[in-house]
């Protein structure tokens, strides 16, 4: 069984300030990891993934999340927000190896202001 | 490469009405999924595929059906349409990639509406 929890339905920051993103998850295996952002009225595009290989991940646009056994966090992170950063964000988890399916959180809406 | 493409964008349907939605992927990918999302909800599975004439249900099946009759497209049918089906589909498509996990690359989604 795999769950994922995102701790923040909405985070807002300033441009140029950290983005913090949190994501719980419960896993009965070692599991794979993504971040996928979606833009207002767009379709979901992926981010970053962990896939058991190292445990810092750097994504797209400047993003980077770090995967915590310990923790079971895999936390999203930029050092300076950008006007087009706001948009909404998911953590998935799945099983690696063959074909699982993916469990999505229930999102983070991220706005940024001037 | 066009990527994950989905017809029609947009739909209003009345009550008991039934329509199919197209999804169709262009690299050649052997897994393809029917979602839905809804507010606060995140992405909920409908239906999958793992292969051309294979199909499985998700997380909510119920009142859709699917069908993967060309491994480049999935169709998913809404029967008799409800006002809980009022909600944004969307289609994605993946292939196993390296180190055992695989991303899955989504097309742009229909608002469907149901009055």
């Known amino acids: 069984a795999q769950s994922v929890t995102q701790l923040d339905s909405h985070v807002s920051v300033s441009e140029g300030t950290p983005v913090l993103l949190r994501c719980n998850y419960s896993s009965s295996y070692s599991p794979s990891l993504f971040w996928y952002v979606q833009h207002p009225n767009k379709g979901l595009q992926l981010l970053l993934k962990y896939t058991s290989a190292a445990t810092l991940v750097k994504g797209i646009n400047g993003f980077e999340a770090e995967f915590k056994k310990s923790e079971t966090s895999f936390h999203l992170t930029k050092p300076s927000a950008h006007m087009s950063d706001a948009a909404e964000y998911f953590c998935v988890v799945t099983r690696p190896g063959g074909y699982s399916t993916l469990t999505f959180g229930k999102g983070t809406m991220l706005l940024v202001s001037p | 490469n066009a990527g994950v493409t989905q017809t029609p964008k947009f739909r209003v349907l009345k009550t008991g009405q039934s329509m199919t939605l197209l999804c169709a992927q262009d690299?050649?990918?052997?897994?393809m999924y029917w979602y839905r999302q809804d507010p606060g909800m995140g992405l909920r599975l409908i239906h999958y595929?793992?292969?051309?004439?294979?199909?499985a249900k998700g997380e909510v099946p119920d009142g859709y059906n699917v069908s993967r009759l060309k491994k480049q497209n999935f169709l998913l049918g809404l029967e008799s349409a409800a006002p809980s089906q009022t909600s944004v589909y969307f289609c994605?498509?993946?292939?196993?990639?390296?180190?055992?996990?695989?991303?899955?690359?989504f097309g742009p989604g229909t608002r469907l509406t149901v009055t």
């Open positions: 994605a498509s993946s292939n196993r990639g390296t180190g055992g996990s695989y991303e899955q690359y």
């Open positions: 595929s793992v292969g051309e004439g294979t199909t």
């Open positions: 690299m050649n990918h052997e897994y």
